[in-house]
């Protein structure tokens, strides 16, 4: 009976911690899990050695451990299933107790006599397997409790980690989540303290901006049940706890402190509680399978529904083709997608749109048009006074127009019928060229009356010239009269031509000469000859005898084509041929001409020094020729040419400055200005000198050397402003001793011994032997008494962490109470 009243206790109390869990709604359509950030946070104060309760004696790290290897374990086997990594979850570790390190591992320090836990990330984000897990396990079995409960040094770590996966853009559809596990109340010492616990819960509130904040309780005092203060007086211990654990979770977002919480989420439970190992492994479980069940939401398709809306009731009035690829379109959607393919979805959108915005109006029917057209392409419009306006009316048709337009078609070929109706014939004759030139505006003839020829004004073909008027087989003068009936139409008046005879030879035909070609001096001039009808030939010529003109050598062109001689200095002139004054012809190879050159007022060039001459103040060049005196490009010195030149050398250089050098005249000449060649400067020589004079640094310790500045060969600088040193390797430092190390403990029966070293180098600097201890066997109760008193003061020195019921009075008066109310419970609802 006992066995079966305790079944029916633990389950409920499963019933009961299992509906604490909260479940996360998602559309209807879910179907991938989503991929987890996990950071899980966790208390390793000095309690966390304590039993969970006075009734479970399982050690609340054990139970810590242990569940989050469960964590572990249950996300490395859903891991190996998947093989995208940005699809994979991720586990986080964080410890909290003292101090905060912003180093990563399972570092601890010392505190008077007294060892702490840093808080700190022990691990990165880490995407665990069935093939890697034991690293993280190894990390989670590597805790050992020590210290206080510094909560809000842990969110702070936690934010970051937060944070980090949220700037990941390959976690972007990850689901972030904290779980924080502690086994009591959060402390710098022993006590709660307020502003530990809401620098937690403020810290917290960012943190639940991006992330689902878990708190769970391993603690005497856990009850989730309770969320503040109730009646009046003092907080309680359990209020104050429950509060905190209540503001660090999701169940308030806007939590300011355990004591101002805000509105509480509707239908949530994020934190939670256990008493025994046993609640603690269920409550682990359940949170695993909740988070390994999420899954994506269905992605929007909103604008897909909104792009439909968009399609044209009657698309009877659009192409085949652009209709089918709407409806091609339409086919490839599915709507079973999740928010990690929104961009596909949102691309259906896109394409039904732009598949509505390219359906394509059927053309409109042009058949009307067409057959209007084709009656007007038969006419002749020259046969018609005006026939733009059937043009015109053709010119408007617009072939664009679609089936909505058909009514714009029918005007338009009604508009060219009306063109049509609304022609008048008209006579039209034509003058025909014959293959003369130039043009003639066409007569004006009217229908059925006496019409007379005119002149012709084209100009005849090569060789002929004009004769008369040629209708069909008849050729009419000039004067002559003709009738033309509607038979006529488009008939033309042809020019006739008949072939000139060039034989006359005349110089002037009607006042204009017929000259070809001028007399020369040494050809007769060319005529051209002419038609009797005073038509000139325009190949045909005769030469006019005895008309050439001879040479005339009397023009004088300087030029190199008649140069007969150069001048070859200053001293002489130039000789040139004479050219005909007609034609240009040089002299020089004619035989009958007379005075064939002459000398011109030119003389050869100036033969200049090649040298620089020069005096104190100018300097010039000098023709070399006898009996000239001339000079050339005289000028005042000018000192602008800087030549490096040991000549010019004003200063040599130095180790820092640069040598310098007079300025000097284009000729030669030296000025007395200086100018700085850059980059001579030598540079300083640096050469070890050991003196004491130039020491940087004596040496700090037995492996260290004294360091000295290098000094420059030429000026004795230092190379102290561009820090540069060299070790004296023959020098060395002090060794630093040690404090006594014992080597052997003393015993009644033999001596001790001990050394100091050196802390650097480790070399043994002293050695001293210990006294033999002294053979007491026994205390007088005075001293017994004394080493207890001393003993339990020391014992109260030690920072007592998170759950402060160490004592064993309080275990045992807590046992009490805890089975007093199972017994209670037993008898009321279990019989």
């Known amino acids: 009976m006992k066995i079966y009243k305790k079944v029916i206790a633990c389950i409920l109390t499963l019933m009961m911690f299992f509906a604490q869990m909260p479940v996360n709604v998602f559309a209807a359509n879910q179907k991938n899990n989503i991929p987890l950030d996990i950071v899980l946070v966790l208390d390793v104060s000095g309690s966390m050695v304590d039993p969970i309760t006075s009734t479970d004696s399982t050690k609340r790290i054990t139970i810590l451990k242990d569940s989050i290897n469960q964590f572990i374990e249950g996300f490395a086997e859903n891991n190996s299933k998947i093989n995208q990594a940005n699809k994979q979850s991720r586990i986080s570790i964080i410890k909290f107790s003292g101090d905060k390190s912003d180093k990563v591992g399972n570092e601890t320090y010392k505190n008077s006599q007294f060892t702490y836990n840093y808080t700190q990330v022990m691990s990165n984000f880490f995407t665990v397997t069935n093939e890697n897990k034991a690293k993280l396990e190894d990390v989670v079995n590597s805790i050992s409790p020590a210290g206080a409960t510094r909560s809000d040094y842990a969110m702070e770590l936690a934010l970051k980690q937060i944070e980090q996966s949220k700037n990941d853009e390959s976690r972007k559809y990850?689901?972030?989540?904290?779980?924080?596990?502690?086994?009591?109340?959060?402390?710098?010492?022993?006590?709660?303290?307020?502003?530990?616990?809401?620098?937690?819960?403020?810290?917290?509130?960012?943190?639940?901006?991006?992330?689902?904040?878990?708190?769970?309780?391993?603690?005497?005092?856990?009850?989730?049940?309770?969320?503040?203060?109730?009646?009046?007086?003092?907080?309680?211990?359990?209020?104050?706890?429950?509060?905190?654990?209540?503001?660090?979770?999701?169940?308030?977002?806007?939590?300011?402190?355990?004591?101002?919480?805000?509105?509480?989420?509707?239908n949530s439970a994020y934190y939670m509680g256990a008493k025994s190992s046993n609640e603690a492994t269920a409550i682990f479980n359940s949170v695993i399978n909740k988070l390994l069940s999420m899954t994506y939401a269905g992605a929007d398709y909103t604008e897909v529904t909104e792009a439909k809306k968009r399609i044209p009731s009657d698309l009877t009035l659009y192409t085949d083709e652009t209709v089918q690829a709407l409806e091609d379109v339409l086919k490839d959607v599915k709507?079973?997608?999740?928010?990690?393919?929104?961009?596909?979805?949102?691309?259906?959108?896109?394409?039904?749109?732009?598949?509505?915005?390219?359906?394509?109006?059927?053309?409109?029917?042009?058949?009307?048009?067409?057959?209007?057209?084709?009656?007007?392409?038969?006419?002749?419009?020259?046969?018609?006074?005006?026939?733009?306006?059937?043009?015109?009316?053709?010119?408007?048709?617009?072939r664009s127009k679609n089936i909505t337009e058909q009514d714009e078609v029918d005007a338009m070929a009604k508009a060219i019928n009306d063109a049509i109706d609304a022609l008048v014939f008209q006579l039209k004759i034509k003058y025909g060229s014959n293959g003369g030139t130039g043009t003639m505006a066409n007569p004006t003839v009217e229908l059925d009356k006496e019409f007379i020829f005119q002149k012709c004004e084209y100009v005849a073909p090569n060789g002929k010239h004009f004769k008369g008027w040629q209708v069909d087989n008849t050729v009419y003068k000039v004067g002559d009269k003709r009738v033309f009936t509607k038979d006529d139409q488009n008939k033309e008046i042809k020019a006739v031509w008949e072939e000139h005879t060039f034989d006359q030879k005349l110089k002037e035909v009607n006042g204009v000469s017929t000259l070809k070609d001028k007399a020369t001096c040494t050809t007769n001039a060319i005529y051209y000859k002419s038609c009797a009808c005073g038509q000139v030939s325009t190949t045909e010529t005769f030469e006019d005898k005895d008309t050439k003109l001879g040479h005339e050598y009397t023009k004088q062109i300087k030029d190199a084509k008649y140069l007969k001689s150069q001048g070859s200095n200053c001293q002489e002139h130039d000789a040139y041929w004479y050219a005909c004054s007609r034609c240009d012809v040089s002299a020089k190879d004619d035989e009958n001409a007379q005075d064939k050159y002459y000398e011109s007022a030119e003389v050869g060039n100036h033969v200049l020094s090649k040298d620089w001459n020069k005096d104190s103040n100018n300097h010039w060049h000098s023709c070399t020729v006898p009996g000239c005196n001339e000079v050339s490009d005289k000028g005042n010195h000018v000192y602008d040419q800087e030549v490096e030149s040991s000549e010019y050398l004003a200063t040599p250089a130095t180790c820092m400055t640069p040598a310098r050098y007079y300025k000097s005249c284009i000729c030669g000449a030296k000025g007395t200005e200086a100018f700085a060649a850059t980059g001579t400067h030598l540079g300083h020589a640096y050469i070890e000198v050991k003196n004491p004079q130039f020491?940087?640094?004596?040496?700090?310790?037995?492996?260290?050397?004294?360091?000295?500045?290098?000094?420059?060969?030429?000026?004795?600088?230092?190379?102290?402003?561009?820090?540069?040193?060299?070790?004296?390797?023959?020098?060395?430092?002090?060794?630093?001793?040690?404090?006594?190390?014992?080597?052997?403990?003393?015993?009644?029966?033999?001596?001790?011994?001990?050394?100091?070293?050196?802390?650097?180098?480790?070399?043994?600097?002293?050695?001293?032997?210990?006294?033999?201890?002294?053979?007491?066997?026994?205390?007088?109760?005075?001293?017994?008494?004394?080493?207890?008193?001393?003993?339990?003061?020391?014992?109260?020195?030690?920072?007592?962490?998170?759950?402060?019921?160490?004592?064993?009075?309080?275990i045992v008066l807590l046992g009490i109470s805890l089975l007093g109310i199972y017994m209670i419970v037993m008898k009321k609802y279990v019989r």
């Not at 009850?223 to 007086?233: A, K, M, N, Q």
């Not at 691309?347 to 042009?366: R, T, V, W």
């Open 695 to 810: 020491l940087r640094e004596k040496a700090t310790n037995c492996k260290e050397h004294d360091t000295y500045w290098y000094v420059c060969s030429r000026c004795g600088k230092t190379s102290k402003t561009i820090n540069k040193y060299y070790e004296d390797k023959d020098s060395k430092g002090e060794h630093i001793s040690s404090d006594w190390i014992i080597d052997q403990q003393p015993t009644v029966a033999k001596e001790g011994s001990k050394h100091k070293e050196c802390t650097v180098c480790k070399e043994v600097l002293e050695t001293e032997k210990i006294a033999k201890l002294e053979n007491v066997k026994t205390k007088t109760k005075k001293e017994e008494t004394a080493s207890k008193k001393e003993i339990k003061v020391e014992s109260k020195k030690a920072v007592t962490t998170g759950d402060n019921t160490n004592s064993i009075v309080p």
């Open 335 to 398: 709507y079973d997608l999740d928010i990690t393919q929104q961009d596909t979805v949102d691309g259906y959108a896109d394409a039904i749109n732009k598949a509505i915005n390219q359906l394509k109006y059927k053309a409109a029917d042009y058949t009307e048009v067409d057959k209007a057209i084709e009656k007007a392409n038969k006419l002749n419009k020259d046969n018609y006074k005006d026939f733009s306006k059937v043009e015109d009316a053709i010119k408007t048709v617009v």
């Open 174 to 266: 990850a689901k972030r989540i904290v779980f924080f596990v502690t086994d009591g109340q959060p402390t710098t010492l022993s006590n709660f303290d307020d502003d530990v616990a809401n620098k937690a819960i403020t810290t917290s509130k960012k943190i639940k901006k991006d992330a689902e904040v878990y708190t769970f309780g391993m603690f005497s005092l856990t009850d989730p049940s309770i969320t503040g203060h109730v009646g009046s007086g003092s907080w309680s211990d359990a209020e104050k706890f429950n509060a905190y654990m209540h503001g660090v979770s999701s169940n308030y977002s806007d939590a300011q402190s355990y004591k101002d919480l805000g509105t509480r989420e509707e």
